[in-house]
């Protein structure tokens, strides 16, 4: 009796069965590209500039809802001006709170790649962002005294402010401490901010180290794109 023939195709077409299974194998030069975009991603996100989806009306009739909007990544707390209009991060100064919203939400690819790796592995995915006006930096007095607006004691020009608008609301009068600022939204009537917090730990003041960059143009709608009023 001669020898039992074996089908030695059978693993080679099991093989291939499995492998057709899996799939095409990604090139490992696929993989690198990729990890190296998001990393260049995270890095601009992080350090460079950020857009922004503006969804309230708090900062009308500068900004409205619906406004893309790019902030600056490398401007700091530290490089502040009266008049700036900011992006900062509220989550231990104002919410959230019951019911509240982001007023500022990150756009677009992957949410910037999840937050530009977490702001490369600070790891704070649950916070709150803002935009306001900067009213008050350190140092300053700044108080609400014949609906005006008054910065150590000279009223303050507002002509971004709609016209017949109570800029102040309520009555307040506070002195700024080291290391925050005190913010507005022009909307003045439909704004939650510092005065809104001024009874909260912190008085409604936002800590310069929360502000994540400064608002440098609107990029759409393309009718209204340009600079935002100062």
Avoid at 33 to 41: F, M, R
Avoid at 114 to 135: C, E, H, N, Q
Avoid at 210 to 216: A, S
Wanted: with cysteine; charged share 25%.
């Amino acid at each position: 009796m001669g020898r039992p023939r074996v089908d030695e195709s059978a693993p080679a077409a099991a093989a291939g069965a499995d492998s057709s299974r899996r799939g095409p194998r990604v090139p490992a030069r696929w993989l690198l590209t990729i990890a190296i975009a998001l990393v260049l991603t995270a890095l601009v996100r992080t350090f460079v500039a950020q857009t922004f989806v503006v969804p309230t009306g708090s900062m009308q009739p500068s900004l409205h809802p619906g406004d893309r909007i790019v902030v600056a990544r490398w401007v700091d707390g530290q490089d502040l001006h009266r008049g700036d209009v900011v992006v900062f991060d509220g989550t231990d100064t104002f919410g959230p709170g019951p019911g509240a919203v982001a007023p500022v939400e990150p756009e677009g690819t992957i949410a910037k790649v999840v937050r530009g790796a977490a702001d490369l592995a600070s790891i704070r995915l649950g916070r709150t962002d803002y935009v306001k006006r900067v009213i008050g930096l350190p140092g300053d007095r700044v108080a609400c005294r014949d609906r005006r607006v008054v910065v150590n004691g000279t009223p303050l020009e507002e002509p971004y402010l709609s016209e017949g608008i109570d800029p102040c609301g309520t009555p307040f009068d506070v002195q700024v401490p080291d290391g925050r600022m005190f913010v507005l939204g022009d909307n003045r009537p439909g704004s939650a901010d510092s005065r809104s917090h001024l009874g909260d730990p912190g008085g409604g003041m936002v800590p310069l180290d929360d502000v994540l960059g400064r608002v440098t143009a609107r990029y759409w709608p393309a009718s209204r794109a340009g600079s935002v009023a100062e």
